[in-house]
């Protein structure tokens, strides 16, 4: 077909309006599940061997549309697969899907954003000159929205690369706290004061990432000026 042609910006910018519709229907189709812990199970293992594989794709289509909380996803693949498998499962299906939004992204909005971004001045410079170390710390930052982080990402001037490796090292200990987070929510009738006590570390901790952000970023903004 004349309008599919190999490396047209315009064929993957059609391939990838179709991978989001798409995506978008599976994500409504499995939201009444999602909600469910026994029902997301039961969904999950009742493919057998590729169950791995359904997970995975599950969380990959969260990362594009969060429609629910990671950890409490999370915290469902402790309970299918274990602390250390969930944990795996958790971490691979996330990267794929951030990886996954930041391509969507570099190829139908890149064009479009850099020129808005070249307008921010020395705001637009920052961004793009720290873009490492702001993907890192936002990982560690609960109330940011990771898909927001994954699209942003893509919209810059930032290298997958350097996106990946950021989002590995923040997402290690995130997803950690998340399971435990999530399994503990589900499990919260058996033992309410270990979640509570998830609930206090993670402020504690990413509290300060928060923090660590904030003040990393005005202190550059200082520098520029």
Known sequence: MPFLKEGDPLTKKYFSLITLVISLTFVILLYPKLQNPTAFQTFVTQWGL?????DILALMLLALFPVVPFALIAGV??????WFGG????????????????????????EWAQPKIGKL???????????????LISRLI????????????????????MFLLASL????????????????FWKIAQNPSRF??????GALLFGSASFYFYYSLNRSKDSST
């Open 87 to 110: 944990f795996l499962l958790s971490l691979s299906g996330s990267l794929l899907g951030a990886s996954l939004a930041f391509f969507l992204a570099r190829v139908l909005g890149q």
């Open 142 to 161: 609960p109330i940011l929205p990771a898909a927001a982080v994954n699209y942003a990402a893509g919209l810059s001037l930032m290298t997958f690369p």
């Open 121 to 135: 001045g020395k705001w637009g410079n920052l961004i793009e000159g720290n873009s490492f170390s702001i993907i």
């Open 50 to 54: 590729i169950s791995i594989f359904v």
């Open 196 to 201: 509570l006590l998830a609930l206090l570390i």
């Open 77 to 82: 693949n402790t309970l299918i697969f274990g």
């Open 169 to 184: 090292i923040g997402k290690v200990p995130m997803i950690v706290w998340e399971s435990w987070v999530g399994h503990d």
